[in-house]
């Protein structure tokens, strides 16, 4: 079994996209898909898959604090490092990262939180977050 985690990369074009990483999933070890996708994305690129390109905008220092997966939603709880530094163009393409690769792993309304806070402003910039998670949470 496996999950996607989305990084950054280039397409054929040279254009930045998100690149769905697959990594073997072991529900023995492992927990939850969603748990261990955000883990591994937070964790961020393998040295093999850096050198096929793929980056994170996820900053070093980031940690989940954890994630509760009930029956009706899951809140994803990260340390404050998760909107630090990197600007505006990083905080939307970390946040992207992270809705990618939790949409794709459940079904299940996704929620940001920041130090056990539902997150609705990301950053120094104040960039607006609507929750739950989807791909127009940041307005575009």
């Given at each position: 079994?496996?999950?996607n985690?989305?990084?950054?990369?280039?397409?054929?074009?040279g254009?930045?996209?998100?690149?769905?990483?697959?990594?073997?999933?072991?529900?023995?070890l492992?927990?939850?898909?969603?748990?261990?996708?955000?883990?591994?994305?937070?964790?961020?690129?393998?040295p093999?898959?850096?050198?096929?390109?793929?980056?994170?905008?996820?900053?070093?220092?980031?940690?989940?604090?954890?994630?509760?997966?009930?029956?009706?939603?899951?809140?994803?709880n990260?340390?404050?490092?998760?909107?630090?530094?990197?600007?505006?163009?990083?905080?939307y393409?970390?946040?992207?990262?992270?809705?990618?690769?939790?949409?794709?792993?459940?079904?299940?309304?996704?929620?940001?939180?920041?130090?056990?806070?539902?997150?609705?402003?990301?950053?120094?910039?104040?960039?607006?977050?609507?929750?739950?998670?989807?791909?127009?949470?940041?307005?575009?």
């Open positions: 079994m496996f999950v985690v989305f990084f950054i990369g280039q397409n054929k074009n254009e930045e996209v998100y690149k769905a990483v697959k990594r073997k999933y072991d529900p023995e492992d927990g939850t898909p969603i748990k261990f996708a955000i883990t591994t994305l937070i964790n961020g690129p393998k093999e898959e850096v050198k096929l390109g793929v980056y994170s905008e996820i900053p070093i220092g980031t940690k989940l604090l954890n994630i509760v997966d009930n029956a009706d939603a899951v809140y994803i990260l340390s404050k490092h998760f909107e630090m530094g990197g600007g505006t163009d990083s905080i393409k970390r946040i992207f990262q992270l809705i990618k690769t939790a949409k794709y792993n459940t079904n299940k309304p996704v929620y940001l939180m920041i130090e056990n806070n539902i997150a609705e402003v990301i950053g120094g910039e104040g960039i607006m977050l609507t929750q739950p998670l989807t791909e127009k949470s940041l307005g575009e």
